[in-house]
């Protein structure tokens, strides 16, 4: 059950997540589907935005979010701007594209970010923590993974590292020891079980069976601070 509620940029200078999304390659897209899980740790797209001005226009106004902090209606003015300067026709209701767009690329910079600085506190810190928003938009499957705790370089965060799908507000924590201890959890003897599921996606050449794990949206089965060395094919 995907969320409708706003979530704002974080009030600090965040540099890890601001110095991966600068990275991006911006690429103009037909469809969502164009680019494909961890492609986005390498590219800035607006699915339906094909000119090159468009998509520069857009991966400037998200840097700014994300480096100054900006809350979505903040952005959503930039958007509307944007949106008139260059005439864009798109799908969907400006409140859910803006939001969607603001959200999607926040939500992923952050996750990356995090994630440099648990492997960067592995030494010390060697093991990381699922943790679920606790009410009624948080998924059944996403909330039964809440307080997981596995070894940084347990597979499981390989496919499981947040977001995990459209709206998802799940992060990970790392955790010592003594951190383990303190919150009255404990290390899982193993992770929990991945089953996986038939889904269709839609695309502009027809539609596309994949497999993709239970509880995990279509294209948010991959960790955005462990992008595959090659990255993976809809469908592949």
Same mark, same amino acid.
């Given at each position: 059950?995907?969320?409708?509620?706003?979530?704002?940029?974080?009030?600090?200078?965040?540099?890890? =997540? /601001?110095?991966?999304?600068?990275?991006?390659? *911006?690429?103009?897209? *037909? =469809?969502?589907?164009?680019?494909? !899980?961890?492609?986005?740790? *390498?590219?800035?797209? #607006?699915?339906?935005?094909?000119?090159?001005?468009?998509?520069?226009?857009?991966?400037? =106004?998200?840097?700014?979010? /994300?480096?100054?902090?900006?809350?979505?209606?903040?952005? +959503?003015?930039?958007?509307?701007?944007?949106? =008139?300067? %260059?005439?864009?026709?798109?799908?969907?209701?400006?409140?859910?594209?803006?939001?969607?767009?603001?959200?999607?690329?926040? +939500? $992923?910079?952050?996750?990356?970010?995090?994630?440099?600085?648990?492997?960067? !506190?592995?030494?010390?810190?060697?093991?990381?923590?699922?943790?679920?928003?606790?009410?009624?938009?948080?998924?059944?499957?996403?909330?039964?993974? %809440?307080?997981?705790?596995?070894?940084?370089?347990?597979?499981?965060?390989?496919? %499981? $590292? &947040?977001?995990?799908?459209?709206?998802?507000?799940?992060?990970?924590?790392?955790?010592?020891?003594?951190?383990?201890?303190?919150? $009255?959890?404990?290390?899982?003897?193993?992770?929990?079980? #991945?089953?996986? *599921?038939?889904?269709?996606?839609?695309? &502009?050449? $027809?539609?596309?069976? #994949?497999?993709?794990?239970?509880? #995990?949206?279509?294209?948010?089965?991959?960790? &955005?601070?462990?992008?595959?060395?090659? &990255?993976?094919?809809?469908?592949?």
């Amino acid at each position: 059950m995907a969320s409708d509620f706003t979530v704002n940029a974080e009030p600090v200078h965040f540099k890890e =997540a /601001i110095d991966f999304f600068r990275a991006k390659l *911006r690429l103009g897209t *037909r =469809a969502w589907t164009d680019i494909w !899980q961890d492609q986005h740790a *390498r590219t800035f797209v #607006i699915a339906g935005a094909m000119k090159d001005d468009l998509v520069k226009d857009f991966q400037r =106004a998200v840097g700014e979010a /994300i480096a100054e902090g900006k809350t979505l209606d903040e952005f +959503r003015k930039e958007f509307d701007s944007i949106v =008139a300067r %260059h005439g864009w026709s798109y799908n969907g209701g400006r409140g859910w594209r803006s939001r969607v767009i603001f959200q999607t690329n926040m +939500r $992923g910079a952050y996750a990356n970010g995090r994630w440099q600085q648990v492997v960067r !506190q592995k030494s010390r810190r060697p093991f990381v923590r699922y943790v679920a928003v606790d009410d009624d938009n948080t998924r059944p499957e996403h909330w039964d993974w %809440h307080d997981t705790v596995l070894p940084v370089d347990d597979p499981f965060w390989k496919t %499981h $590292g &947040p977001p995990n799908g459209w709206g998802c507000r799940c992060r990970v924590q790392s955790l010592s020891a003594r951190d383990v201890k303190r919150l $009255g959890l404990k290390v899982s003897e193993k992770a929990p079980e #991945i089953r996986m *599921r038939d889904a269709e996606v839609n695309t &502009p050449e $027809g539609k596309v069976s #994949i497999k993709v794990p239970e509880g #995990i949206d279509p294209g948010f089965a991959w960790n &955005p601070g462990q992008p595959a060395t090659e &990255p993976t094919r809809l469908g592949g």
